[in-house]
């Protein structure tokens, strides 16, 4: 029988958020950290009208949407690169550069993509322990190797919603090999305000790359784009293995409108900083314990294990989906994306009739 290459039957499937429950027809599913308002109206109707011309295959080198999201994050179109997801930009960046015999580092409670990507190009994964579930730089700096080739390091980190402040990452940065790379997955950049995610780092130096995605606050998640930012021979290595069309029409069109239109983005980033708050406070007054978040979701954490099913069993048969966490070491926490006002309210009101408050 054919075997894969090595590594790949070390994966363990992706397990997606949930998006049913039985006995509920619609569900609030606050699983997958999604724009509860949707895309911008702008891209809705950009993708739209891509409908009567799908024979026509799409640009290949994406310029239009490089082009627009260079003009609205201040960079150079010509190092950047877009993929199916950041998702497609983490694998090129494994493929690229690790392979067997390579360690890829990411921390404890990291994105699970990461050891993903490590695992499929037969590389090693390495796991860094985090303080207090936020990643620790100097225990990052203390384990690379001769061999590290890839760090992975979200900024901020889902599940935790924690994160470190760019001194941090310049430190690391500074502190590495010539072989090795510092990726920084901005996935959650747009919500914390005055941060660039890494953009001015990967301008000054070059060994680190920032990728970026379409899926959260642009409410883009169906669509599949995203975005890499490096030092452009990094980039002119990604082009080289990227699939031509990689990015149909639909997604290219709907992504350039998405970015161009500020004013949407910018309303949903005020009701997400509003909501989350009055979510992580509304948790802490009923006893569960919550970091400060900043992102788009918050980590509850309860007792233990057996607390933390109760409560997502609760939620469920309040029509409430809600992420278990098992697989990222946080066996005590639910992560909870946050949603439009009402649907704070509803969680909060039923952690309340949970924990026998109300
Ligand atoms: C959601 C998420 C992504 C985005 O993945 P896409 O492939 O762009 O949808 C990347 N990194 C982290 C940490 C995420 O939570």
Redesign the pocket.
Known sequence: MIRPQPGILDIALYQGGASKIAGHAAPLKLSS?ENPFGPSPMAIAAARDTITDLHRYPSTDHAPLREAIADIYGLDADRIICGV????VLAWLAQAYAGPGDEVMFTEHG?S?YRIAALSVGATPVEVAETERTTDIDALIAAVTDRTRLIFV?NP??PTGTMVPLSGLERLAAALPDQCLLVI?G??AEFVPDYDGGAALVAARDNVVM?R????VYGL?GL?V?WGYGPQPVIDVLNRIRGPFNLSVTALAGAEAAVRDTGFIDACLRVNAEERARLTGGLRQLGIAVDDSHGNFVLARFADEAEADAADAHLKSAGIIVRQVKGYKIPEGLRITVGRPEDVTRVLDALATFRGVA
């Open positions: 950290n997801g950041s998702d497609e994105f993509i979200a980190n889902n997955d996935a959650y990728t995605t379409f899926s959260k998640g599949r995203g």
